[in-house]
């Protein structure tokens, strides 16, 4: 396999294991804020690596912030759902790469508690650490039934973490004859052996995350490990509930997805806003040498930012709070909430973006230098901006089409 994984795989040893099950939110929300200045001094050598370097995997491994969302019967956090968004927040204020690839991984293991308990067993067994990277692009992979499962073919793109990775969480639509429309859709989880990754990961921003393609071709996948995305829209239908009963996995897996990826961009977005202070507060203009902090103008923006952050903060808090008080009372969220919930992360980004912008706007030209962090943050949240998650005029035309009486038709939701 191409960019096959370093690290250690397989079996891990009963003595090597780690339990993480005793740790609470305040103590995850410890750890992430401890390791933020590590992962800001390696963010340049992230960036230029194109992909999770692998002391930040061994750092992430060792505080357990892999696995905040991981069952506790595994040896996981099982944290609620509000985690997803503040533990890769807090991060991303060191490196928004790194916080994007632990809000793939660990929401990667909140998805693998919805697989049948086999399917969970036979992953973490082996090495409760194992990674697991995705590729939810339903339209790039199609499958047929066979005896046993389904076979499998397709590229599918941007599959964050995945030299980092053991296995693949790839999303397949089947159809029962070619050209067909398809009849099921399926997430089917790929042991690395059994997929090619290729090097496509040369990006303007997000370059540390390794978003690289990955293809398969006639790949059979057992039934096991095929999870059936219409039986996870919510509540305890899916086939992992006898194992996993509790609240956070009767969330909605399609509805959800984008809020594990959307906090990267608040990170960014707070860590420009840290930057542009420590700045401006010692700049002097090099033509006139007033005091740039002075200037209302400034003042203004960094007001505008601040408020533009926290908004975007709150909205996607809220919709993850949301959703886990409705699983805790036991409900499934109706089609308007899931589609309300994810316009609210796609707005949330878009805010978060308008601040870095907004502080960029004054910046001046030190921004420019490629050894200023702010360009970086920039580019990392136009390049988070433009995932087809957080493009608003997609997402708010479909709540706005259910809103106005209309027939929104993506089954998975």
């Known amino acids: 396999m191409a960019g096959a994984s370093e690290h250690l795989v397989g079996t891990l040893p009963q003595a090597m294991r780690r339990d993480f099950a005793g740790v609470s939110y305040a103590e995850a929300m410890r750890r992430a804020r401890e390791i933020v200045p590590i992962l800001r001094e390696r963010a340049v050598r992230s960036e230029n690596a194109r992909m999770l370097i692998r002391e930040n995997e061994q750092l992430l491994h ?23 968004v503040d533990i890769p927040a807090e991060l991303a204020r060191g490196c928004a790469s790194t916080a994007w690839s632990v809000g793939n991984v660990a929401c990667h293991h909140w998805i693998l508690g ?53 296995w ?43 978003s690289k393609d990955v293809a398969a071709t006639d790949l059979f996948v057992p039934e096991h490990r095929a999870l059936p995305l219409l039986r996870c829209r919510g509540g305890a239908e899916h086939p992992g509930a006898a194992l996993n009963a509790g609240a956070l996995f009767r969330i909605p897996v399609v509805a959800a997805s984008s809020h594990p990826l959307a906090p990267a961009a608040l990170g960014a977005a707070e860590a420009a806003y840290e930057q542009f202070l420590a700045s401006m507060a010692k700049r002097a203009g090099t033509y006139t040498g007033a005091r740039v902090a002075d200037f209302q103008a ?21 919709s993850a709070i949301g959703f886990q008080a409705i699983a805790e009372r036991n409900e499934v969220p109706d089609l308007e909430t899931k589609l309300r919930f994810r316009a609210h992360s796609a707005f949330a980004v878009s805010q978060a973006r308008e601040a870095v912008e907004t502080l960029w706007s004054c910046y001046g030209a030190q921004g420019l230098y490629v050894s200023d962090p702010l360009q970086r943050h920039l580019r990392d949240i136009l390049a988070i901006s433009q995932h087809f998650s957080f493009n608003f005029d997609i997402a708010g035309a479909a709540y706005g089409l259910n809103a106005l009486g209309g027939r929104y038709g993506n089954p998975t939701m």
């Not at 990277?133 to 046993?148: D, K, M, P, Q, V």
């Not at 400034?298 to 809220?318: F, G, H, N, P, S």
């Open 62 to 84: 060792e505080t357990g912030l892999f696995r905040f969302h991981q069952p506790k019967a595994f040896g996981g956090m099982g944290l609620d759902f509000v985690a997803i």
């Open 114 to 166: 919805y697989y049948l308990p086999e399917t969970q067993r036979e992953v973490w067994d082996a090495n409760p650490d194992a990674l697991i990277a995705a590729s939810i692009a339903l339209a790039a992979g199609g499958g047929r039934e066979t005896e046993g499962g389904f076979i499998i073919n397709g590229r599918w793109p941007f599959s964050s973490a995945v030299d980092n990775a053991d």
């Open 168 to 210: 693949n969480m790839l999303a397949v639509s089947i159809s029962d004859e070619d050209g067909k429309p398809p009849i099921d859709w399926r997430l089917c989880l790929v042991p690395k052996s059994d997929y090619e990754i290729i090097d496509t990961w040369y990006a303007m921003g997000m370059a540390g995350t390794g």
């Open 298 to 318: 400034v003042q203004i923006k960094v007001a505008r930012a601040r408020c533009l952050i926290d908004a975007a903060r709150e909205l996607l808090r809220q």
